[in-house]
């Protein structure tokens, strides 16, 4: 069900971006520095969590960035494919700075006072670990792509959300890190569990 619900996730995406992927393949833009595009403008999303304690209309620029960051993240893969260009180099780098973009995302807000720290940092701490099950199992033959709930996108859905929601309703990004925190143990959990059946099968 899970995994289903994913295919239909990235077809109805790959539809609405198929566009740009096409006019990035024609211009030969290189599927590295969309990566690493995406890294850098998490890293000023990271900037505006930082800073927004002293302005909180800051919060829409930090979900400005960080939206770009997911967008530019999920197409790299589409470019890559389209010009030829996938590797093993490419695409251990774009799972090396997504971890990266995560963390520097997480610590932002939580040293920014925004959050509690251990909401935060349970957040963070199950946020990685989602992604480190699922890379686990992908060696033994279990794909987990799909299982659970709170993968890389939907965590940024949420913060973008809630960080827009944020300059009005000024517990909105607690509550979203508690929920993100919840749902993400919740999912690992789930793969442990999944992976675990499917050995023994």
Request: with cysteine; aromatic share 12%; charged share 20%.
């Amino acid at each position: 069900m899970g995994a289903r619900r994913r295919r239909i996730e990235e077809e109805i995406f790959e539809r609405l971006s198929i566009k740009l992927v096409d006019g990035l393949a024609a211009y030969k833009v290189k599927p590295l520095f969309i990566t690493v595009s995406a890294f850098i403008a998490a890293l000023i999303s990271a900037f505006f969590y930082y800073i927004a304690a002293l302005n909180r209309f800051y919060y829409f620029l930090a979900a400005l960035f960080l939206g770009i960051s997911g967008f530019l993240d999920a197409i790299d893969g589409a470019v890559a494919r389209r010009l030829g260009m996938v590797s093993e180099i490419g695409a251990f780098l774009d799972s090396v700075l997504d971890k990266l973009s995560e963390c520097a995302v997480y610590i932002a807000i939580i040293v920014s006072g925004a959050v509690s720290s251990f909401w935060g940092s349970l957040a963070l701490a199950a946020s990685i670990m989602v992604s480190y099950v699922r890379h686990r199992a992908e060696p033994l033959k279990i794909n987990l792509k799909g299982v659970g709930f709170m993968e890389r996108a939907e965590r940024i859905i949420f913060l973008i959300a809630a960080s827009i929601l944020t300059p009005f309703v000024e517990t909105a990004l607690e509550i979203t890190i508690i929920l993100i925190a919840v749902f993400a143990l919740i999912t690992v959990v789930w793969r442990m569990i999944y992976a675990i059946q499917s050995f023994r099968k």
